[in-house]
Structures are given as structure tokens and as C-alpha cells.
């Protein structure tokens, strides 16, 4: 739940700021969507091993965040690659839910909520 907070609220920001988006200028804050991206990775590919029957609902919430942030050219291609490098980096470590996954799990939800609220906090109108 929290995270499809997170994820609303950077969507949120995203469309606030698409100007700058769309003239291709680097967003202040696209370092921060590149890690938000590559926990939306890590949580797809970790909750669905520790059994959280979420189906394609981590990849549609970056999916969302994609559109809504850089519809087309090297910055979507930008935060594709970082959920991509979320997902595969847990995928050649853990082949069973462990404790150790359940807790970076929980590690990434905060994370990703802080970063959220940072971004929203610092750049929303």
C-alpha cells in the first residue's frame, strides 16, 4: 500500500514538472526517479518470490511512472534500465523468499516512500 502511494505521488510530481520533461532538460530530481525505478524492480521481482500475489502490479506502477515522466527518448530509456537492474540484481541472488529478502523488502518500501516524499516535497508545484 504505501508504495502505490509513492508511486501516485512521484506520478503526481511528474506531470507537474513535464515541461521540463518534455524539452528533454535533465529534471533536477531524475536521479532520485532512476533509484525510485530501480526499487519498483527489486519489490516486482522480491515480492513476487515471497509470495505477495501481486501479479504485473509493481510493473504497471513503473509502467505508469514511465508514461507519466518521460514518454519517449533516453530518459525513459534511462529509468527502463534501472527497473531492469532492480529486477535482475535480486533475480541472480534469490531463487526462494528468505529472511534476508523479506527484509530488504521492507528496506525498499521506505526507501521508496522517502524518496517519494523528498521529490514531492522539493519539486511538486
Given at each position: 500500500m504505501l508504495i502505490r502511494i509513492l508511486v501516485a505521488l512521484a506520478i503526481a510530481l511528474a506531470t507537474s514538472v513535464a515541461p521540463c520533461a518534455a524539452q528533454g532538460a535533465r529534471a533536477p530530481y531524475e536521479g532520485d526517479m532512476q533509484r525510485l525505478a530501480e526499487i519498483l524492480g527489486a519489490l516486482h521481482y522480491l515480492r513476487a518470490i515471497c509470495g505477495a500475489n501481486e501479479g504485473q502490479t509493481w510493473r504497471n506502477e513503473?509502467?505508469?511512472?514511465?508514461?507519466?515522466?518521460a514518454p519517449g527518448g533516453d530518459r525513459r530509456d534511462r529509468l527502463v534500465a534501472s527497473f531492469n537492474r532492480g529486477y535482475r540484481g535480486f533475480q541472480q541472488t534469490y531463487r526462494n523468499c528468505t529472511p534476508a529478502a523479506n527484509l530488504a523488502i521492507r528496506r525498499y518500501l521506505d526507501e521508496g516512500a522517502k524518496i517519494a516524499r523528498d521529490i514531492t516535497a522539493r519539486y511538486a508545484n
Amino acid at each position: 500500500m504505501l508504495i502505490r502511494i509513492l508511486v501516485a505521488l512521484a506520478i503526481a510530481l511528474a506531470t507537474s514538472v513535464a515541461p521540463c520533461a518534455a524539452q528533454g532538460a535533465r529534471a533536477p530530481y531524475e536521479g532520485d526517479m532512476q533509484r525510485l525505478a530501480e526499487i519498483l524492480g527489486a519489490l516486482h521481482y522480491l515480492r513476487a518470490i515471497c509470495g505477495a500475489n501481486e501479479g504485473q502490479t509493481w510493473r504497471n506502477e513503473m509502467q505508469a511512472l514511465v508514461d507519466a515522466e518521460a514518454p519517449g527518448g533516453d530518459r525513459r530509456d534511462r529509468l527502463v534500465a534501472s527497473f531492469n537492474r532492480g529486477y535482475r540484481g535480486f533475480q541472480q541472488t534469490y531463487r526462494n523468499c528468505t529472511p534476508a529478502a523479506n527484509l530488504a523488502i521492507r528496506r525498499y518500501l521506505d526507501e521508496g516512500a522517502k524518496i517519494a516524499r523528498d521529490i514531492t516535497a522539493r519539486y511538486a508545484n
